[in-house]
């Protein structure tokens, strides 16, 4: 048979294996995904296959560059990756991406035993929240400066000389002091 046969006849039979598998995503008739774990699960993770021209004489590429794999440090993906290819040797010309995914679905805790999540995104959003402390639209508005009246800025005028000094003896303090006790 040639590839193009054998990768018809394989696609054929994961579409009806993983019909209606939330876990499972064709991507093309070449590139599929599989979701080992639940959401949530934290040491979930995606498998991303794709077949070459030649598949199932050469081997497949398999990817786990996926954002939902963000949390995994880059030597757990690498181990991970180099389990599968472990398997790929051994199924070399026959149909093997269901192999490869049910392969990953056995031996999760296996694959994922040196997992601990890297927290990137989470820090990030953390630094930003300490940065930006959450107020509430009330305190907003108290931290507005007050603004003057059209009146209230020709008393305040008529106060100081036609230098915008204040007459001797008078500080700004005092007039801001004598401000607010008649206008506020």
């Known amino acids: 048979m040639s590839a193009n046969e054998d990768q018809e006849m394989e696609l054929e039979a994961l579409r009806s294996i993983y019909e209606g598998d939330e876990s499972f995503r064709e991507l093309s008739p070449v590139s599929f995904q599989y979701r080992i774990g ?3 699960d934290p040491k979930a993770f995606l498998i991303e296959i794709s077949w070459t021209e030649t598949y199932p004489q050469t081997p497949p590429i398999i990817s786990m560059n996926a954002f939902f794999n963000n949390t995994i440090s880059s030597a757990v993906k690498q181990s991970i990756l180099a389990k599968l290819q472990e398997a790929v040797e051994v199924n070399l010309g026959t149909a093997m991406t269901y192999t490869l995914f049910e392969y990953a679905k056995d ?8 997992h601990h999540p890297v927290h990137s995104a989470a820090s990030i959003s953390n630094i930003i929240s300490v940065e930006t402390p959450n107020t509430a639209p009330s ?9 003057l009246s059209k009146a209230q800025k020709r008393k305040l005028a008529d106060k100081t000389d036609h230098k915008g000094e204040l007459p001797r003896g008078w500080n700004w303090v005092d007039v801001v002091k004598v401000f607010k006790q008649n206008w506020l």
Do not use: C, F
């Not at 031996?107 to 040196?114: A, P, R």
């Open 107 to 114: 031996s999760k805790e296996q694959l994922m035993e040196n």
């Open 38 to 40: 639940e959401n949530g």
């Open 139 to 147: 305190s907003k508005k108290k931290d507005k400066k007050e603004q």
